[in-house]
């Protein structure tokens, strides 16, 4: 049996202190820079100072050179005689996030503090402007008040910043060392950091410049303490309301991409939504002789026509989640080649489906809505991963599809299939040009979903489609 070969203990060239506004992020530096082997450099990238409030340079930079090439700074210090480091915020400079983020010599230290005691530290902090202690006798004390939509917001964006920051540790394969406030004081676990930094020094005392500031308990600092209660019900802090998504991103279609010929107006469309009335109205857009609507875009093309119409107009259609359904179901599975789903609905709900527009004709009302119940199931467990069948940009969800688009064109409409007679020729109106009345597409499909709508069809489309109409803002189709 061949031996595994051991892993290469990592040795780092420089640190980060990754924290946030009063979760003692001064007091751990002033720990760490105990230790002969450290220096930490305060916050190099806050947008008001550089390191320090009265600090004019760091490393030959000042603060309007550093703005000016943030990651040469950054580079200086994996160039200094000790291991240096800095702290970073989530507010701090976002050019050089991915930068050490990315970068295995960097070590990657997080302070984490109870929220409740954060913002309230900050009110009372920005109430006295007093941000640091050094002497007791100077200290300023106050009572604030807590805001508890003050206090979502600031769990919020704490949260938010630490999603972003674990997420780029699991995508880059990378550990970090945690460390809470109520640790900064443990020598034990200060002598653990440094060793994992990579140090064989200790250290045997804390030092005594800094004192904690507000000693006293939540209720002695607040004007109105009976308010938390309100602010930490307003909390969602298992993430219990989210809506989970196991749906495969989808890249955009740029050969999908439509664009006029005489003006700056592109159509991004979304699979499942009939397109050939909004197309011949693009082409009444260009005019006869025109040569009809450009498309077949590659990266290089499309790039090319959006640097030649910066002022441009984008769109999409959407189209109501069962609707667009009804029709993939229709056309996809009982008219199309799409097996492996026939497959699927003929075994779940138990019937036969027709293979032909023959047999479409005797297929009859109940089985017609067994049968699409029977799609809205696949797709529902398709979306979440629970079939062997490929997520197809035809049945996928809008929102998740439009995810996709905005990455090579941003979107200026989202136009809904109902409203395309009254907003089309509005768009006119932003490209200082008067466009054509539009007609919608008379429906010719063999199978009407009005014929079969019911509330059950309808929860099994919430069920499939919660995505779009969550985020999409769709009601039941029964309203349209």
């Known amino acids: 049996m061949r031996k595994r070969p051991m892993p290469i203990a990592q040795h780092f060239r420089y640190f980060v202190v990754l924290a946030e506004m009063r979760t003692g992020s001064n007091l751990l530096e002033s720990c ?7 220096a930490c450099h305060g916050e190099v990238y806050n947008p008001h100072f550089i390191g320090y409030p009265k600090t004019e340079t760091l490393f030959g930079f000042d603060a309007t050179m550093r703005d000016s090439d943030p990651l040469a700074v950054l580079s200086c210090f994996a160039q200094q005689p000790m291991l240096s480091g800095f702290r970073y915020f989530h507010d701090h400079d976002p050019r050089v996030l991915d930068s050490f983020m990315h970068d295995r010599d960097c070590a990657k230290i997080i302070l984490t503090r109870n929220p409740l005691e954060s913002y309230v530290s900050l009110k009372i902090a920005q109430s ?13 004390a106050a009572k604030v008040v807590f805001d508890p939509a003050g206090f979502e917001g600031h769990v919020s964006t704490l949260q938010d910043f630490q999603c972003k920051v674990q997420h780029l540790l699991q995508t880059t394969g ?15 676990v200060l002598n653990g950091l440094a060793q994992w930094l ?27 303490p009976e308010a938390v209660t309100d602010g930490i019900a307003r909390l969602d802090r298992f993430n219990l309301n989210r809506s989970p998504s196991f749906e495969p991103p989808h890249p955009p279609i740029l050969w999908a991409y439509r664009a006029c010929r005489t003006q700056p107006l592109v159509y991004a469309p979304l699979p499942g939504c009939s397109e050939r009335a909004l197309l011949r109205w693009m082409e009444q857009v260009d005019g006869a002789g025109a040569g009809g ?9 499309w790039r090319d026509w959006q640097r030649a119409n910066p002022r441009r107009m984008a769109f ?5 989640p069962l609707k667009r359904a009804h029709e993939v179901f229709v056309d996809q599975v009982l008219l199309g080649n799409r097996v492996n789903v026939r497959a699927f609905i003929e075994r779940v709900r138990g019937l036969k489906l027709p293979q032909d527009k023959g047999e479409l004709a ?19 467990a398709n979306l979440n991963g629970q079939t062997a069948v490929q997520t197809r940009a035809i049945w996928a969800s809008q929102s998740r599809l439009i995810e996709g688009i905005v990455s090579q064109c941003p979107l200026h409409r989202l136009i809904r299939e109902e409203h395309l007679s009254n907003e089309l020729p509005a768009l006119g109106a932003a490209l200082g040009c008067t466009l054509p009345a ?25 069920a499939a489609y919660g995505r779009d109409y969550e985020m999409l803002g769709f009601q039941d189709y029964g309203s349209l």
């Open 293 to 301: 609507v450009l498309s077949d875009f590659t990266r290089k093309t």
């Open 316 to 320: 999409t259609v959407l189209r109501h």
């Open 362 to 380: 005797q297929f009859g009302t109940e089985q017609h809505k067994s049968g699409f119940l029977g799609f809205l199931q696949f797709v529902q």
């Open 128 to 140: 006295t402007q007093q941000w640091r202690l050094g002497d007791v006798s100077q200290r300023k």
């Open 32 to 38: 760490l820079n105990e230790f002969e082997g450290l």
């Open 198 to 224: 990579g140090l064989d020094e200790k250290i045997e005392a804390l030092p005594r410049k800094l004192k904690r500031q507000n000693p006293e308990t939540l209720e002695e600092k607040l004007v109105n």
């Open 174 to 188: 990378q550990t970090a060392f945690y460390i809470s406030y109520e640790d900064i004081k443990n020598l034990d």
């Open 438 to 462: 539009f007609t919608p597409a008379r429906a010719d499909s063999p199978l009407e979903l009005a014929a079969i709508y019911d509330g059950s069809v309808e929860a099994a489309g919430r």
